[in-house]
């Protein structure tokens, strides 16, 4: 299994620094290193071959000191390229570091212009080719005022070819991936981070401002005790291991979903759609609607759920007791009946449960102490529902989860006992014991109705082969969260945008997205 990237806090990145330093290496020479690296890394994006004004924004410290390295090597690589160095603060007034840089920058012949807080400073970027971002990095914690909100503001209307900001897009939170005010950060085409990448980078806006993110080096090793200690990481794709030629279907796992309610039977069957196509051997729909199904299904089997919720009981827990895996809530419902289905599968579940759409409104509604110990559970809910689980106000819960969502995936982690996969851009993996996984997709093609049905079902056939292997569920999370989203890549180079795919061709995109 190939390892994840270590995404770095704020207060671990500061670690980071201070080790380094601490082990005898200067921090001026950490700041060249990275801002060298930086700079090799713009000199080879395909928008520099064309590239002839540019301007560097430079903040009061450490990011600007960044910045400062940036122009200094990007003007010996391209001596033609008009540079401008334009610096917020007072230049006189820059520390440590940063203040090293600025007479670097001076002794080569390079000159900075002063941006006050009462100046424009759209002339200084109209025109350029290229625009570095160097205000701010990721120790801001506070929202963008003055000459710096001056400049993001100018740079999203003038919007230059190629942006590139360092260490974070300014005004981003690294650990969030929210914006600290009311100014969007900068849209960036590629962002420089240092040392590691950093969690905001990768999920909710922060991954839609961060555009390609490049990690550059600092010329040391980190410290190990550090990253090892790292409670998020960035997921990579791994395919799953090749089935041995005598595999059968028992070998493969079997998938119950229990839902598809009257008038809601396309969920429940999406749900299977996805479970056949994530490599289930057997996959069964548990409903009340079964008779509605048993016209519309060729490989999937039915089981006729009573209408009675008690006289249900029997029958379900077989169904559920003869599963790997089961995925209750597509089209599930909400009524008394639905909640007696929740209860059987979490009472008897002797394989892996993923509780999605009406099931996660139920577990909500009933309470943390309803959950069964015994069930191992993966809860999948979008911001919206995952803010009604913790009790977030209605009217702003998404945007609130939105915010901070690696966190709430943590709190809904630990209160439910359960892994919690919270969909959206930069989909957060949560496990109770506080460590997170990002998968970073942001796939527009996804947004479409059914597309979490499908998801729920290829969760469940990964986590019934690898019930039945005796694998690890969690990287069998993983496997389904990476099928999925690559599976809206496949589907978006398909169609040529975002836009008209359907939640069945996104189930039928999954056994190439498993692939190597």
Known sequence: MTADLPLLSRDEVRSVDGALIAAGIPGVLLMENAGRGAAERIAAHPAMRTARRATVLVGPGNNGGDGLVVARHLTLRFPALEFTVVCIAD????????????????????????????????????????????????????????????????????????????????????????????????RAHLTCTFAASKPGLHTGPGLIHAGEVAVIDLGAPLPHEIVTRAKATLSRFVAPSPRRPDAHKGAAGRVLIVGGSAGKVGAALLAARGAHRGGAGLVTVASRAASQLDTRVLETMTATLSDDAFALVPSLMAAVQSADAVAIGPGLGHDEHAAACLDVVLRNAR??????????????????????????????????????????????????????????????????????????????????????????????????????????????????????????????????????????????SRFGGGRGALASEIADEVPAALAV
């Open 91 to 186: 230049p006189s007034k820059l520390s440590g570091d940063a203040a090293i840089m600025r007479d670097a920058w001076h002794a080569t012949g390079g000159a900075l212009v002063v941006l006050r807080d009462v100046d424009d400073p759209t002339p200084l970027l109209e025109g350029r080719d290229l625009v570095v971002d160097a205000l701010f990095g990721t120790g801001l914690t506070r929202p963008l005022d003055g000459a710096a909100r001056r400049c993001v503001e100018a740079l999203a209307s003038v919007a230059p070819p190629l942006v590139v900001a360092l260490d974070l897009p300014s005004g981003l939170d690294a650990d969030r991936g929210a914006p600290l005010g009311d100014v969007p950060p900068p």
């Open 351 to 492: 394989g892996p449960v993923i509780v999605d759409a009406d099931a996660l409104a139920l577990l909500a509604r009933r309470g943390v102490d309803h959950v069964a110990a015994t069930a191992w559970m993966v809860l999948t809910p979008h911001p919206l529902e995952l803010a009604r689980m913790l009790g977030l106000d209605a009217q702003r819960g998404a945007d609130t989860v939105n915010g901070d969502r690696v966190q709430h995936a943590r709190d809904a982690a630990v209160r439910f006992r359960a892994t919690v996969l919270l969909k959206g851009a930069g989909t957060v993996v949560a496990q109770p014991d506080g460590t997170v996984r990002i998968a970073p997709y942001a796939e527009p093609v996804l947004g479409v109705a059914g597309s979490g049905d499908v998801l729920a079902g290829v969760l469940a056939a990964r986590l019934a082969e690898a019930q039945r292997a005796g694998s690890d569920r969690f990287e069998a999370v993983m496997e389904a969260v990476h099928a999925h989203g690559r599976a809206g890549q496949r589907l978006r």
